[in-house]
């Protein structure tokens, strides 16, 4: 996997997120469904977003840890507006914030629920979007477990 | 809230330094100048250069009084504007001067003609919503998510995204709904109907606001300011030459920067818990009302507050931030008339971003001026003497009118 600079993807007018360097492993995790995040070896928080440092204590050393995957929604939104052409097909679609439970709080879409059905507090598990043969998107669904 | 008493500043006051006490009311707008509104011919240097001159006819300065430039970091930029103005100076500064770094940018000039390094300073923005050539909305693009959350590759766009998400943390902790916000568009709508030069100026009742579609839930088109073209300039110099000038100074009397990290998500309240914010009920500590005791006052001096309104819950959120009300106050705080022209605190007298339109924010500076100097005929707050311009991430300008 490389770093991809390229907003939207040509064949379906979707945007794609812009990879750096920096946030590869998170990435390649992802490809095999994996959540991993970054976990600072000196005071062991975990943090995001993805960065060189821990904002906790401002260590450099870290590794990248398997997440459970589980969190609840601590907040969301729906959009009705379309902005593009793709998302023209998809509203009304909701952007969430998912605290996972190792504490950072994450920005992904919920898969397989209805927008009226999302409430803060709602419990939900990692999911996995693959948007081009490159790049598989974090996404979250209800956990019903 | 009118009626200023003597200014008590306690000498145990350990941040309030000697060069702050020294500073208050020692500098002062001289001259504002704004246009607003729709000017498809027009580049932003043009309508720069306008807003340059409304404001030196307004101070009564000339061209070479001006000894300092600040522009904004698109559209016309310091070297071009000086080119063609056939001005030389010896304070050029050209940042981020949009948004929340309007009231940093002006406190700037304030310093550096504090400072000695210019006499007079011209902010000069000329702005259009979309510029020749130039990309907009790059802001979503930023690093580690845009700056207000945005994160394009799941439909999370536009600045409305960080209102929108603030918003419903602050219903989802302290109760209420998207109808508390409508109380807001419609006062502000009110007073730009006394503003000749607001661009949303048909009347609006609540039921309107509710009829109003959705664009970000819980968001409503009404709850969104629109973008424009136009152009703006604020002199700062010294209070004394102020005085020489045309019109009433407005003294810059305290001021405080943009409050900024973890906690300070931008479009939230501190506590709010958007993206990795704490959660708590935020209630204002000593560094968020600096800009009071620098000016020798508390919030009961204020006589109007003009706030950075582009989406309506940041309104809620600057009445809590200075202590106006208590956290989850405001929603209550806002209806009944209250931040209307005659209540108890009139808020965004122009009609604000909402209604009168949005110029980069310069517009709510020059209102604050405007009010200060009690100039602003139909829609003037009676006696107003302290005029605020105070947002949600603490930045903060406190202006007198000069006696």
Redesign the interface.
């Known amino acids: 996997m490389k770093p991809s600079m390229q907003r939207i993807d040509e064949a379906t007018g979707r945007y794609l997120p812009v990879i750096y360097p920096e946030e590869l492993p998170y990435w390649e995790a992802l490809k095999q469904r994996r959540l991993e995040l970054q976990r600072c070896k000196s005071c062991a928080k975990v943090w995001y977003p993805i960065g060189p440092a821990c904002p906790h204590c401002l260590g450099l050393e870290f590794d990248w840890s398997l997440m459970s995957g589980r969190g609840i929604i601590h907040n969301f939104v729906v959009y009705h507006k379309a902005w593009t052409p793709w998302l023209e097909k998809r509203v009304p679609y909701a952007v969430i914030q998912v605290e996972l439970e190792e504490g950072p709080r994450l920005t992904t879409n919920l898969l397989n629920c209805p927008v009226d059905k999302i409430c803060i507090g709602m419990r939900v598990e990692a999911a996995f979007e693959d948007v081009t043969d490159e790049i598989t998107l974090l996404q979250f669904q209800p956990n019903t477990g | 809230m009118t009626g200023m008493a003597a200014p008590v500043i306690p000498r145990t006051d350990a941040n309030l330094t000697e060069a702050a006490r020294a500073f208050r009311d020692k500098t002062a707008v001289a001259g504002v100048g704004l246009t607003l509104g729709k000017f498809p011919e027009r580049t932003a240097l043009s309508l720069a250069i306008e807003a340059f001159k409304l404001a030196l006819d307004d101070s009564g300065l000339k061209r070479d009084d001006i000894d300092g430039l600040i522009t904004l970091s698109f559209g016309s930029d310091y070297d071009r504007f000086l080119e063609a103005t056939g001005l030389n100076v010896r304070y050029a500064h050209q940042g981020w001067t949009h948004g929340r770094f309007i009231s940093p940018t002006l406190q700037f000039a304030a310093m550096a003609v504090g400072m000695g390094m210019a006499k007079a300073v011209a902010i000069v923005n000329g702005k259009r919503g979309k510029a020749f050539g130039q990309p907009t909305d790059i802001e979503m ?1 930023r ?3 845009g700056p207000h ?1 945005e ?8 600045p409305a ?1 960080g209102a ?2 603030s918003a ?2 602050y219903f ?1 902790l302290y109760g209420g709904s998207n109808d508390d916000l409508g109380p807001i568009c419609v006062a502000f709508r009110k007073h730009a109907r006394m503003n000749p030069i607001a661009v949303r100026r048909d009347p609006m009742t609540l039921d309107d606001y509710r009829r109003s ?6 968001l409503r088109l009404l709850d969104c300011c629109q973008i424009n073209d136009g152009g703006s300039c604020i002199i700062v110099t010294s209070a004394e030459r102020a005085r020489d000038c045309r019109k009433t100074p407005a003294l810059i009397s305290g001021m405080q920067g943009v409050h900024a990290g ?1 906690d300070y998500h931008n479009l939230a309240l501190p506590g709010l ?4 914010q704490n959660v708590y009920n935020y209630t204002p500590s000593a560094d968020d009302l600096y800009s009071y005791r620098m000016a020798g006052i508390t919030h009961k001096d204020v006589d109007a507050l003009i706030t950075y309104d582009a989406f309506s819950p940041l309104v809620l959120f600057a009445l809590e931030r200075f202590g106006f009300c208590g956290p989850g106050e405001a929603r209550e705080f806002v209806k009944n008339g209250r931040i209307e022209l005659g209540g108890e605190l009139p808020v965004n007298t122009s009609g604000g971003l909402l209604s009168e339109g949005h110029l980069s924010g310069w517009n709510l500076l020059i209102e604050a001026v405007r009010q200060t100097r009690g100039e602003c005929g139909e829609r003037q707050v009676k006696n107003a003497e302290v005029v605020q311009y105070g947002c949600f991430l603490g930045e903060s300008l406190i202006f007198r009118r000069a006696s």
């Open positions: 693009w690093q580690g998510l959350g994160s394009p590759a799941y439909g999370a766009l536009r995204f929108a998400i419903q943390r989802h579609p959705w664009i970000v839930a819980p973890p818990g958007v993206a990795q």
